[in-house]
């Protein structure tokens, strides 16, 4: 279980997260959706430490993270994976490579079980042969899947993602979104996805934590943000800018 308590960050004076609060129960996959610049990059990677708040709390599992020492972050990350927004390849690195990177610094396992965990990340998203290609030679979708890969690759309680289908077209970001429901379905994985995108909202989400002016402005169900009336959801839900006028009480 992920539980934030009262998190404040802000950058050069301005307030990016203003007392935010909700907690991620084991198992669940959570969304957390909201315009550009709304906070929801920024909260993710408070969740595994790759951001200290200015106050507040961030706890795993009954683990303080929000001040841990770098030894003691390297475990609870070895228990969460993170995939970034843009992949996050090292293009000096084929991909198994890259994934061998993660299994190296993350776990003590010896290199042959280590090239048997790249083969099996790399079959768990559709990608078997792929090992020696260099990012160079990967397609957007292929690049999101790698990432993937090195994420489930530690075999992790958590997986967090950035963005998971940004850029990608509709059969591409479907393949991410069955993904994501394998893992969650078939290993327990308590999945955190920042996104944009209604359609993992709608496919892909057990629940539904909404950002505004660094706030939760909603906290719930995917099938009660689709009926909220509240304007700010509204206008995020529907696209309608006219609605950013409306009173809000």
Do not use: C
């Not at 929801?40 to 706890?59: A, Q």
């Not at 359609?199 to 629940?207: H, L």
């Not at 706030?215 to 995020?236: C, E, L, N, Y």
């Amino acid at each position: 279980m992920i539980s934030v308590h009262n998190l404040y960050k802000q950058f050069d004076n301005k307030h990016i997260l203003k007392d935010v609060s909700f907690v991620v129960p084991e198992g669940e996959t959570t969304a957390i959706i909201g315009k550009s610049g709304a906070g929801k990059s920024v909260l993710l990677k408070h969740l595994n430490g790759l951001l200290k708040p200015d106050s507040g709390e961030v706890w795993v599992d009954d683990e303080l993270v929000s001040n841990m020492s770098t030894r003691a972050l390297q475990k609870i990350r070895s228990r969460m994976g993170m995939v970034f927004q843009s992949g996050a390849l090292f293009d000096s690195m084929n991909v198994g490579e890259n994934i061998a990177l993660a299994l190296r610094r993350l776990t003590r396992l010896n290199e042959q079980q280590i090239q048997e965990r790249i083969e099996y990340s790399l079959n768990e998203v559709d990608l078997v042969g792929t090992g020696m290609m260099m990012p160079a030679e990967l397609s957007g979708g292929m690049k999101k899947r790698v990432g993937i890969a090195r994420a489930i690759a530690i075999q992790p309680d958590y997986l967090l993602y950035d963005e998971p289908t940004t850029g990608l077209d509709p059969v591409m970001t479907d393949m991410i979104n069955r993904l994501i429901i394998k893992f969650q379905s078939q290993k327990q994985i308590t999945a955190v996805i920042v996104t944009h995108e209604l359609r993992i909202v709608r496919e892909v989400a057990d629940r539904v934590i909404m950002l505004h002016d660094g706030q939760v402005w909603f906290d719930g169900s995917a099938a009660d943000i689709q009926k909220s009336d509240d304007p700010v959801v509204r206008q995020f839900i529907t696209g309608n800018s006219t609605l950013i006028n409306q009173r809000i009480a």
